[in-house]
């Protein structure tokens, strides 16, 4: 997936194009109004983060002709620090189609990211997340394994959404810690209690465990299971 990030702020660019690469979207990068503008135009992308406050050509202006003027309907997440109401509402008028106020999580751009280009390629029902057996509704964040409730901690949810999200892709556990941890790293052995207490939660006796673990690597989804340590 495409994305292209319109920001001036070198910092806040940095971040969004490290987060987003680390998260497997081909990123690009304009720093001025007038460069965003070309770049949409000149390229297919799956969204756009767009700064409001630009130099050259404003973010309201850009997204306005974006929309009027070229007809494009690419999804516009608007990232500013103007908190108001009636900016927030301007920033709709002129075709965005969500905002986001400064400072932001990078875990939020993300989600919100994500939601738009779901909505945006007509797959709402990706909130419904399946692999083999293992059903995740997002917007409940209930889980299922054939048929049957699974309760699942917090910290679990989280690593069962992000493998869920990817299935067959390997997730190292720097990976994991970072996504579910944030800065605020676990003791060593944290994310290996947790794997066990989400294959114990999800695997039942007679059922085939999902979640691989490839030693000295991560962990991914897979069809069968091999490894339960």
Known sequence: MKVLIVEDD??????????????????????????????????????????????????????????EEAGRDTPVLMLTARDALDDKLEGFVHGADDYLVKPFSLKEVGAR??????????????????????????????????GRPVKLPPKCLQLLRILMQSPGRTFSRAELESEVWGEELPESDTLRTHVYTLRRALCEPGEADVIETLHGVGYRLMATGHDTK
Do not use: H, K
């Open 10 to 67: 070198t910092s806040i660019a940095a971040n969004l194009y490290d987060y987003l690469e680390a998260g497997g979207y081909e990123v690009d990068v304009a720093s001025t109004g007038n460069a965003g503008l070309q770049m949409a135009l000149a390229d297919s992308w799956d969204a756009i983060l767009l700064d409001l406050s630009l130099p050259g050509m404003d973010g309201l202006t850009l997204c306005r002709r974006l929309r």
């Open 113 to 146: 990211l994500g939601a738009l280009i779901r909505r945006y390629r007509g797959q709402v029902a990706a909130m419904d997340l399946r692999f083999a057996d293992v059903r995740l509704d997002l917007s409940t964040m209930a889980v299922e394994r054939a």
